[in-house]
C-alpha cells in the first residue's frame, strides 16, 4: 500500500554540523509535504512544508528538498545545536483536500558537544 | 502566543474503564483534532471535527472512541472501555482551515496508561 518512511530511525550529528534527515513517500499522487519537530514531552511542531511544483524550499536554518523523480524528501538543519534535538516527522497528503496526511515513521536527531 | 491546552497530562486507567480526554483547542480555530502515538512509533490520525460533526475518521476509530464539544471551548476524546493497546499519547489539534495546507498547531499530549 502507499506509505511514508524515514530511512534512518536514528541520527548523531556534532554541533555546529549540519544535519540532513531523509524521507521515502511512494504516493505519487501526492502533493503537499510537512516535517514536523516533536521535542520530548511535547506534541509535533510545525517546521516547514513544501508543494510539490517546487523542488526546495528555505525557512530559518532549515531546508526542505523535494526529488520527486525517486520520491524523496530530506531536511536540511544547517549549523546544528543543541535545541535541535528532537524527533523528525515527515507526512504527506494531497493540499487541496481535508484528507488528512500519511505521516512517517520518524527520525531522532541526536546533538553531540 | 495562544496555544492548544490538553488534561491530564498523565491518565492512568484499569482496562474496561471509560476514559476522557479534555483539550482547550485555539480560540479563534474551527477544526479540531485527535491523534495518537504509541511510545516510539509514528502519529496516527484519529479523526478530524468541525461544525460539531466529525468530517473524516481513521479505522483506529471504532466503536469505542467518541468526541464532543460540549461548550465552547473544550474538545473531548472518550473511550468507552480501554484495552491495554489503547496505551499511548493523545494529542490534540486544531487549525483555522480545514485544508491540509493550514497549520495544526498541536497541544503537549495526555499519555493514556491502561492497566
Known amino acids: 500500500g502507499e506509505s511514508v518512511g524515514l530511512h534512518l530511525p536514528t541520527l548523531s550529528v556534532q554541533e555546529g554540523d549540519n544535519s540532513i534527515i531523509n524521507c521515502a513517500y511512494s504516493n505519487s499522487a501526492s502533493d503537499y509535504f510537512i516535517w514536523y519537530k516533536q521535542e520530548s514531552g511535547k506534541g509535533p511542531q510545525f517546521i516547514i512544508d513544501?508543494?510539490?511544483n517546487m523542488d526546495k524550499r528555505q525557512g530559518q536554518r532549515v531546508t526542505v528538498l523535494l526529488n520527486k523523480t525517486v520520491k524523496h524528501l530530506s531536511l536540511q538543519i544547517a549549523a546544528t545545536q543543541p535545541g535541535d534535538s528532537a524527533v523528525y516527522f515527515c507526512?504527506?497528503?494531497?493540499?487541496?483536500?481535508?484528507?488528512?496526511?500519511?505521516w512517517g515513521a520518524g527520525t531522532k536527531l541526536i546533538i553531540k558537544p | 502566543e495562544p496555544e492548544v491546552t490538553q488534561t491530564p497530562s498523565h491518565q492512568v486507567t484499569q482496562m474496561g474503564q471509560e476514559v476522557i480526554l479534555r483539550c482547550v483547542p485555539i480560540?479563534?480555530?474551527?477544526?479540531f483534532y485527535w491523534y495518537r502515538q504509541i511510545l516510539g512509533q509514528k502519529v496516527e490520525f484519529l479523526v478530524s471535527?468541525?461544525?460539531?460533526?466529525?468530517?473524516?475518521k481513521s479505522e483506529i476509530f471504532d466503536d469505542q472512541f467518541s468526541v464532543e464539544r460540549p461548550d465552547g471551548s473544550n474538545f473531548t476524546l472518550k473511550i468507552r472501555s480501554t484495552k491495554l493497546e489503547d496505551s499511548a499519547m493523545y494529542f490534540c489539534a486544531s487549525s483555522a482551515e480545514g485544508l491540509i495546507s493550514y497549520e495544526q498547531y498541536f497541544g503537549p499530549g495526555t499519555r493514556l496508561t491502561v492497566t
Open positions: 471535527f468541525y461544525n460539531n460533526e466529525i468530517s473524516e
Open positions: 480560540s479563534n480555530h474551527l477544526y
Open positions: 507526512a504527506e497528503g494531497l493540499m487541496d483536500s481535508n484528507y488528512q496526511l500519511i
Open positions: 513544501i508543494r510539490s
